[in-house]
């Protein structure tokens, strides 16, 4: 069954360093997502992504956050000068669809960790 | 706004019933969604509703009552492995999900 994968499965930075994170979404999916996971918290949606462009950002996703298709394959999150408060499991997603009834698929995320 | 409660904690015995259940307060949604987080791992779908009432797939059954604002997982014959967070999420109309802060359920022998 496909599944989407991530790289790396940890992160360790320190702080002010830049990160990126990867992500294969499935492959004959159009919709990608980034959502982050503070430990002992829910789940929080970052990003939506279509059609090589932003569909829908929340107001964690602030100018240090960027997302980027470079090829058919890859989508990345990329944080510019990473904070403490950045630290957590960042898990990308991919659908469908963009249907309020279609599920997304969640890879198994990066531990992203900033000292 | 929308605002979801789930339960923090339940535990209950192998071989047993739980119902988990998820109130949510949103002016309005598509879909509700339930998914399974296992400590460490990444969200994985369970089942969803749209309409009012019962879906069933397999060992796991959800139900939705848009009335009142109310849904739950019921998980039946459970399982060691069933030990996990157990996340109820919606999708309001033209957004994303936005999840609620899961039950962490806990299996005993």
């Known amino acids: 069954e496909p599944e989407v994968t991530q790289t790396p499965s940890h992160q360790v930075t320190q702080m002010g360093q830049e990160v990126i994170l990867r992500c294969v979404p499935i492959?004959?999916?159009?919709?990608f997502y980034w959502y982050r996971q503070i430990l002992g918290q829910k789940v929080e949606f970052l990003v939506s992504f279509y059609n090589n462009e932003i569909s829908e950002k929340s107001e964690i996703f602030d100018d240090q956050f960027s997302v980027e298709r470079p090829d058919g394959s890859n989508f990345t999150l990329k944080i510019r000068s990473t904070k403490l408060e950045d630290s957590a499991m960042y898990f990308c997603?991919?659908?469908?669809?963009?249907?309020?009834?279609?599920?997304?698929?969640f890879g198994p995320g990066t531990r992203l960790t900033v000292l | 706004g929308q605002n979801i409660d789930q339960p923090t904690e339940m535990t209950a015995t192998e071989g047993a019933i739980v119902q988990i259940n998820c109130t949510y307060q949103?002016?309005?949604?598509?879909?509700l969604f339930w998914y399974q987080q296992h400590a460490g791992e990444a969200p994985t779908f369970l089942s969803y509703n749209v309409l009012d009432g019962l879906e069933e797939k397999g060992r796991f059954s959800s139900f939705l009552s848009r009335s009142k604002g109310y849904s739950y997982l019921l998980l039946k014959e459970l399982q060691m492995k069933d030990s996990a967070s157990y996340l109820c999420?919606?999708?309001?109309?033209?957004?994303?999900?936005?999840f609620g802060p899961g039950t962490r359920l806990s299996v005993l022998p």
């Open positions: 997603a991919s659908g469908t669809t963009s249907a309020s009834t279609d599920t997304q698929y």
């Open positions: 999420a919606v999708r309001p109309y033209g957004q994303n999900f936005v």
């Open positions: 949103t002016s309005g949604f598509n879909g």
């Open positions: 492959s004959n999916h159009l919709y």
